[in-house]
């Protein structure tokens, strides 16, 4: 399961939160979640969660969380000094903990430098005409959809296709490969829910092992032909670095390929399919975009502070801890409620109006030692593919508004139909 504590806390208007956070999974709170965000806020900063622990919902605190350093992401050493160890025994959270975004000191800080930045400048600027090339054939595809039947699913056709294109390619996975990935992909994320049920723990662990078999034999497979390609250099690195340990080094290769690959597409494909439903929706907003591309980066932070593709992350404390005036205890979960913190009216008025010249403040991609390693790429991905979209479809509107998958931690926009 995920990161949920076992403490004892208060319970101050826990029939409230219950209601709350059933509402967020409810399809009236997917397709709507600013007024449960707004319900979490005005029970206070930091809220008791019904069975332990605490949502974090102000905009200041959860920024403290996710920079501060005394406080950590709840890794394997957190799980064996909680009461009942079994629950994090499912294959699928044993997975997801030993991938980056589960690893604390010194073990994040090897892998993370290792890494280096993965997408700077100059990666971007090679990368730039690869996904302006996969842009260019996903809307011909998307073009010739609405001239055959008058409408198409953006998300189906393009929001989740681009990011997969870009990733595939970047680590030069056989486009063959991709449909498999994707169905994975979304089957795995229950496990990253914040209480999953038997089933959906079931459906992840069924993914889990078609995951770890396709990236294992991906693995082998280059390492046995490596090229120039991002996995081959760092099978070169890993391989130098546990010399002798052929183990060691396949599960850090296992653990980064994995997490880099699945990290990256449903988030983006989520923040497509938001940006086109926000942006095209209102003839308005997509004209002034057209007249004024400046204005386009801009936008898209206001897409990301708007509506996050990722609810909520949990980080534990490291220490006993005062945290906007609640005393917090060494151990103790505490859920990071980005939605809520973006609209936070003390960081940015107004909070429930979509406004792309804002120029407001957003957690999204986190902060700290576990700020997103795709945030820079992911920008780049809304920019091209708005850029394209606005200037080949100059009608394009939605038919209605996305249809989000049940979930309270990942958001997915599984639908998203368009016409012109």
């Known amino acids: 399961m995920t990161a949920v504590g076992d403490i004892r806390g208060t319970t ?207 693995i082998s497979e280059r390492r046995a032909r490596p090229g120039d390609d991002v996995l081959s250099g760092w099978i070169r690195y890993w391989d130098a670095v546990h010399a002798g340990d052929r183990t060691a080094a396949d599960q850090i290769l296992y653990d980064l390929t994995m997490f880099v690959t699945i990290a990256s597409l449903e988030t983006t494909a989520t923040l497509l399919a938001n940006a086109v439903w926000l942006l095209t929706g209102e003839p308005a907003r997509a004209e002034r975009l057209r007249r004024h591309p400046e204005d386009l980066d801009d936008a898209i932070d206001e897409v990301l502070r708007y509506d996050p593709p990722i609810h909520l992350n949990s980080r534990v404390a490291a220490d006993d801890t005062v945290l906007a005036g609640v005393p917090i205890a060494r151990d103790t979960t505490v859920h990071v409620l980005y939605g809520a913190a973006n609209h936070d009216p003390r960081r940015n008025p107004e909070p429930h109006v979509f406004d792309i010249r804002r120029r407001g403040g957003h957690l999204t991609f986190g902060g700290g030692a576990h700020y997103c390693l795709g945030a820079a790429l992911a920008r780049l991905e809304a920019r091209v593919l708005l850029t394209e979209l606005l200037r080949r479809f100059p009608a394009l509107r939605p038919t209605g508004p996305p249809v989000y998958a049940p979930r309270m931690v990942f958001r997915r926009a599984a639908s998203l139909k368009v016409t012109t």
């Not at 965000?37 to 919902?57: E, M, N, Q, S």
Request: glycine content about 6%; some cysteine.
């Open 12 to 218: 101050t208007d826990r029939r409230a939160v219950i209601s709350l956070l059933r509402r967020l999974r409810s399809g009236e709170g997917q397709a709507n979640p600013l007024p449960v965000w707004a319900g979490l806020r005005a029970l206070g900063d930091v809220v008791p969660a019904p069975w332990g622990g605490f949502f974090v919902t102000g905009f200041d605190a959860c920024n403290q969380v996710l920079r501060g350093r005394n406080w950590l992401v709840p890794d394997f050493a957190w799980q064996q000094r909680q009461p009942d160890t079994r629950r994090w025994h499912a294959p699928a959270t044993q997975e997801m903990t030993r991938t980056l975004s589960r690893l604390n000191a010194p073990a994040h800080t090897s892998q993370r430098r290792a890494l280096g930045n993965l997408f700077d400048r100059r990666t971007l600027e090679v990368m730039e005409p690869q996904i302006t090339a996969h842009v260019t054939r996903l809307l011909d595809r998307l073009d010739d959809e609405l001239r055959t039947r008058g409408e198409a699913d953006f998300a189906a056709v393009v929001g989740e296709q681009l990011p997969l294109h870009t990733v595939g390619r970047w680590l030069a996975v056989p486009e063959e490969h991709y449909p498999r990935i994707l169905s994975f992909t979304h089957r795995q994320v229950h496990a990253q829910e914040l209480l999953p049920t038997k089933s959906e723990l079931a459906v992840s662990a069924k993914a889990t092992l078609e995951m770890r078999a396709f990236f294992t034999r991906l």
